[in-house]
């Protein structure tokens, strides 16, 4: 579940940035028209792999304690 929760996020991260970053880049040419915008794929899907991989490195080994812990003796905690 915390996998889950951590993937939608980064996607909706992702989403929200190359959305962003791709009106950004389109204002700027309109305003600049003689300028050539060369976009450089490779550096945002690098940045979009090194984020997932970092996530999953950091959430993934607590995803895994989290889910061996029994569910029933924590709710009965105070």
């Known amino acids: 579940m915390i996998i889950t929760q951590v993937f939608l996020y980064l996607l909706v ?12 880049t389109r204002s700027i040419f309109l305003i600049d028209t003689a300028a050539a915008i060369h976009f450089d794929f490779a550096l945002p ?11 999953l490195a950091v959430f993934l ?6 889910s ?8 009965l905690q105070e």
């Open 68 to 75: 061996n812990r029994n569910l029933a003796d924590e709710l």
């Open 13 to 24: 991260g992702i989403l929200t940035g190359v959305v962003i970053g791709l009106i950004v």
């Open 45 to 55: 899907v690098l940045m979009i792999l090194l984020l997932i991989t970092i996530s």
């Open 61 to 66: 080994p607590y995803g895994i304690y989290m």
